[in-house]
């Protein structure tokens, strides 16, 4: 649960952080920006996974460089249902998606990693 909260959150900071540098992508209000976050969220859960196993084959050709496409299609996506954001066409989804599928990479990779040492150290057995 931590760790969809997290990804929650980034897509907020990344939206916002989006939303006032990039030209293309307009967001009336900052209400919007949580909203777009979550719809972005909720595709990336149900959306994405399913773009996954379609591009999977190309995707291990390319060394998973379509995973940042799969982001891609998500915000495109979830542009569509929303009448109060623009993204300002493709390429502005392209360069919203690459900070989206670094958040996600970090957070996967820091999920994943063991315990710092000498933080728990039950698992090891006395020394004789």
Partial sequence: MNKLLIKYIGIVA???IASAVMKGLTIQSDVHIFIFALVIFASSLIIRPLLLVVLM????????????????LT????DLFLPFVSTGGFLNC????LPVYLLYFIINTASRSPRLAGSDDT????AN
């Fill in 14 to 16: 990344v939206l916002y």
């Fill in 57 to 72: 084959p190309f995707n291990l050709l390319t060394g998973g460089i379509l995973t940042i496409l799969a982001n891609t």
């Fill in 75 to 78: 915000i495109l996506f979830s």
């Fill in 94 to 97: 392209v360069l919203l998606s």
């Fill in 123 to 126: 698992d090891v057995p006395p």
